[in-house]
C-alpha cells in the first residue's frame, strides 16, 4: 500500500493508474483520430473510439497541444489532468467488461490554465455521458447472455 491511500478501500477500487491502461504510440493515437467520437467540456474534451477486436484493451491517453503553451506549463496541465483521472476513473472502470472492452479514449486540454478542480469536474461530466452513450450502444446491440445474469 502507498502513502495516502486508505486501508480500508477494497484493492479494485484505489486510484491507480498503471502502465499498462495508459495509451502510447503513435499508431494508436492515429487511430484513435481517424474514427472517433468527441465529446466536449468546459476545460476537457474526450475524443473516444469503440474497437469490436478482441485484443484490444481499455487505454486512457492524456493530450495537451504545444499550441498551448510551453513545456513547462503542459507537462503541469497533463499532469493535473491524470491525476483528475486517476481520483475520479470508477465510473468508466466499474462497468461491464463486454462494455467497455475496446475503448480507447483522450482527455485532451483546452486550455493551459486548468485547475485540477476543474478538469475533475469535466471528467466527472464526460464519464457520465459516455457511460450513458455506452449503455445505449451496449442495449441496442444484441450480446449473448452471460451466465448467472436474469435479463
Same mark, same amino acid.
Given at each position: 500500500?502507498? *502513502?495516502?491511500?486508505p ?5 479494485? !477500487? #484505489?486510484?491507480?493508474?498503471? #502502465?499498462?491502461?495508459?495509451?502510447r /504510440?503513435? !499508431?494508436? &493515437?492515429?487511430?484513435? &483520430? ?7 467540456g468546459?476545460?476537457l ?6 474497437y +469490436?477486436e478482441e =485484443?484490444e484493451r481499455?487505454?486512457? /491517453? ?6 498551448? +503553451?510551453? $513545456?513547462v506549463?503542459?507537462? !503541469?496541465?497533463r ?11 470508477h465510473?468508466?472502470l466499474?462497468?461491464d467488461?463486454?462494455?467497455?472492452k /475496446?475503448l480507447h479514449? $483522450?482527455?485532451?486540454? !483546452? ?7 476543474? $478538469?475533475?469536474? =469535466?471528467?466527472?461530466q *464526460? ?10 450502444l451496449?442495449?441496442?446491440?444484441? &450480446?449473448?447472455?452471460?451466465? /448467472? #445474469?436474469?435479463?
Open positions: 500500500m502507498s *502513502l495516502g491511500e486501508s480500508n478501500i477494497p484493492s479494485s !477500487r #484505489k486510484n491507480r493508474l498503471p #502502465k499498462s491502461r495508459i495509451l /504510440g503513435k !499508431r494508436n &493515437f492515429q487511430r484513435l &483520430f481517424d474514427d472517433s467520437v468527441l465529446l466536449r468546459q476545460v474534451n474526450l475524443r473516444y473510439r469503440l +469490436g =485484443d481499455f487505454l486512457v /491517453g492524456f493530450i495537451v497541444r504545444k499550441a498551448l +503553451g510551453k $513545456a506549463d503542459r507537462n !503541469r496541465a499532469r493535473r489532468i491524470r491525476e483528475a483521472w486517476r481520483l475520479h476513473q465510473p468508466l466499474d462497468l467488461p463486454v462494455v467497455r /475496446g479514449m $483522450a482527455w485532451m486540454a !483546452r486550455r493551459i490554465d486548468l485547475t485540477t478542480t476543474q $478538469a475533475a469536474q =469535466d471528467i466527472r *464526460l464519464s457520465e455521458r459516455l457511460t450513458d452513450r455506452l449503455h445505449q451496449h442495449s441496442s446491440t444484441p &450480446f449473448p447472455a452471460r451466465p /448467472g #445474469k436474469n435479463t
